[in-house]
Every structure is written in C-alpha cells, then in structure tokens.
C-alpha cells in the first residue's frame, strides 16, 4: 500500500502498487526525487535540506512538512543539489496531470 500526499487539503490516494512501480513512474519525471526507500517527493515543493539531521524541509498544507531522508538517499540528495538547480524542476507545467494520468491509468 502506498500513500500519495497533495500540498493541499485534499485527501491522500492510496495505490496498491509497490512504491518501485511509483519510482519507475515519477522518478524519470521532472522534478521527482527518492529521498528514502519509501519516500518520493516532488522537487517543486522543496524549501531546504538539513544533512547533518537528514531533513527535507517541504511546503506543505497549511504549513511546512519534514520529512526524513535515509543515509544512502541523502547523500545522493546532497549530491543533486549541488549539481542541479531547483528551478529545473519547475520547467513542465502539465507535470501534475501527467502524473495524475499515470497513477489513474
């Protein structure tokens, strides 16, 4: 079972696929990264990474979420964020109905 969270008051969707079949999804996308072996998060919302405490900082509804990253995952995070910029991230406006449209089929 997996749990998909929206910025926004609405409820979350579950899916009954593994959250593999999700990463093989969302992953590949713009602005998706895999912070931990069960957690994917989408770059658009992300405000900061702390790395000494392996905290991803996201906007959330009505405010902040924290959410933790494994040691592997946060290395990689680190990683990214130095190689990448966040604004590449919000470079696809249709990003939301295509995943819309891949979770729904």
């Given amino acids: 079972m997996v749990n998909i ?3 926004t008051n609405r ?3 579950s899916g009954t696929k593994s959250i593999g079949n999700y990463k093989e ?3 590949p996308l713009s602005g998706f990264y895999m912070i931990h072996e069960s957690r994917i998060i989408n770059m658009r919302h992300f405000i900061s990474y702390d790395p000494g405490q392996r905290v ?3 906007r959330g ?3 902040t979420i924290q959410a933790e990253a494994s040691r592997r995952h946060g290395k990689m995070l680190k990683d990214y964020l130095k ?3 966040i604004l590449e991230a919000n470079q696809n406006p249709n ?4 995943i819309w449209t891949l979770i729904r089929g």
Avoid: E
Wanted: charged share 15%.
């Fill in 11 to 13: 409820k979350p969707l």
């Fill in 83 to 85: 190689s990448r910029s």
């Fill in 5 to 7: 969270f929206f910025n």
């Fill in 56 to 58: 991803v900082t996201l």
């Fill in 95 to 98: 990003l939301i109905q295509r």
């Fill in 25 to 27: 999804m969302l992953v």
């Fill in 61 to 63: 509804y009505p405010s």
